[in-house]
């Protein structure tokens, strides 16, 4: 880390983060303005950004590894995009249930199980259906 007061308490960048909230608030309007043009219909999308935050504050991963991936090679997050998980010589970990990136770029499948919990259950509650 080159400027701590760049990154959050999770060792993320602030930068980064308050582009991908930015992006959501623009979605959240557009959102907001199909469903005052179409009221009948059920709008929702997969909130991304805030399904991974979920995980990263979840508590349910060894924080010694939050940012480090399970397979690679390099670097403070085991990551280097010359020799990339699968490569001659990059090693695996020996338990990705600890961890919440697989290579860097990809989670773990724990992780996305937690994701995809927290998006279905978002998703679900959206979703008003009538019996006929």
Known sequence: MKDPKAYDDKGCLKHLNKFAMDHNNQ?????????????????????????????????????SVTLRSCCGIGGAYNYGGKRPCGALGVPVCSNPDRFISWDGVHLTQRAYRFMSKFLNKKILSEIKCNRV
């Open 27 to 63: 979605l959240q309007e557009a959102i907001a303005s199909l469903r005052k043009e179409f009221p009948n219909v059920v709008i929702t999308y997969g909130d991304y950004y805030n399904a991974f935050q979920y995980v990263l504050r979840s508590g349910r991963f060894d924080k």
